[in-house]
């Protein structure tokens, strides 16, 4: 399985974006989620969903702003990112864990990472 991630792009404060992740080859796992990693920083969780059933969770920082979703026939999901703030500039990942379900908000729980797309929010 590889994934893809794309949509990364510029806007200004207060702006929205929607990034995909593409996943090819049969999913067979438990969770994706997208995560992040601004300069200088260490990777963050942002958001996951669960392939099977829907659920989503949301790091505290995103939460009321970004919303997960997925296409399971099409093997996509989607990062909807709304009211978008500088501090969200970062390179987002997409990435798969099959863990429990607290794993999902450890980066280091993901095993299969795809390559990122990159967020610009300016002031």
């Known amino acids: 399985v590889q994934l893809q991630a794309s949509g990364g792009g510029s806007v200004q404060a207060g702006g929205s974006l929607r990034i995909s992740c593409s996943v090819s080859g049969r999913f067979s796992g438990t969770f994706i989620g997208w995560l992040r990693q601004a300069p200088g920083k260490e990777r963050e969780f942002v958001a996951a969903?669960?392939?099977?059933?829907?659920?989503?969770y949301y790091a505290d920082s995103v939460k009321g702003r970004f919303t997960i979703s997925k296409d399971n026939a099409r093997q996509v999901v989607y990062l909807q990112m709304n009211g978008l703030k500088p501090e969200d500039t970062a390179i987002y990942f997409c990435?798969?864990?099959?863990?429990?379900?607290?794993?999902?908000?450890?980066?280091?729980?993901?095993?299969?990472w795809g390559q990122g797309t990159l967020v610009t929010v300016s002031s």
């Open positions: 990435a798969t864990t099959n863990g429990i379900t607290s794993s999902v908000y450890t980066p280091s729980m993901y095993t299969n």
């Open positions: 969903i669960r392939w099977h059933g829907g659920a989503t």
